[in-house]
């Protein structure tokens, strides 16, 4: 099977960096992914990392760790419309993607 | 390009009806899914096709029956809906295969019953 683990909630100041952490259990591993969700909205793909190391888009970066079944999302110069939930998701051998239970930032002025 | 559409977006049914929740995409993927969230939950996986012609059961399949219609179009049944069963559901797709990493997503269903 396969399980991710995320912080419930995390809350920073316009202009700040947050860092919103993932670990993983899957018995197949092809990469990790992050999504974005405004409230009422749907999931957005933000980045995704096959290999070990740092991808960085704009603002946003994501790290992955394979050998520690680990990953995070790092978000630079927080904006009020940063605010929403932050999903990890794992792309197994079963062809599907398994969301992590999501993370809400709260960005504040 | 419309990317992934679902129909409809609101739903109110009473226990023990039967609906089918509509889903197509336009951007020739080979994989499509089905996700329920509750909220502040994360997406749980009913059901996916990895490919045209093949079904697989997700993380929470009870309940609930799925058609790959064709390429474009996959389809979520509900044959006696049931409270629990009251939720956001997302449709959505992929290219497919192990270097495919992206999931568009529709704008969801929200279903209620009563």
């Known amino acids: 099977g396969q399980s991710l683990e995320q912080p419930s909630e995390v809350t920073a100041v316009e202009g700040a960096i947050v860092q919103i952490n993932c670990t993983y259990q899957t018995s197949g591993f092809y990469g990790l992914s992050w999504y974005q969700q405004h409230d009422g909205g749907a999931p957005t793909f933000l980045s995704y990392?096959?290999?070990?190391g740092l991808e960085e888009t704009g603002r946003f970066s994501s790290f992955l760790s394979r050998s520690d079944s680990y990953g995070y999302l790092l978000l630079q110069e927080l904006q009020m419309k940063d605010s929403a939930s932050y999903f990890c998701a794992v792309k197994g051998y079963g062809q599907n993607f398994v969301f992590g239970p999501g993370t809400r930032l709260s960005v504040l002025p | 390009n419309a990317g992934v559409t679902q129909t409809p977006k609101f739903q109110v049914l009473k226990t023990g009806q039967s609906m089918t929740l509509q889903c197509a995409q336009d951007m020739n993927h080979n994989s499509m899914y089905w996700y329920r969230q509750d909220p502040g939950m994360g997406l749980r996986l009913i059901y996916y096709?990895?490919?045209?012609?093949?079904?697989d059961k997700g993380e929470v399949p009870n309940g609930y029956n799925v058609s790959r219609l064709n390429k474009r179009e996959f389809s979520l049944r509900l044959e006696s809906a049931a409270p629990s069963q009251t939720s956001v559901y997302f449709c959505a797709s992929s290219e497919g295969g192990h270097l495919n990493t992206e999931a568009f997503f529709g704008q969801g269903t929200r279903l209620t019953v009563v």
């Open positions: 990392n096959a290999l070990d």
């Open positions: 096709s990895a490919s045209e012609g093949t079904t």
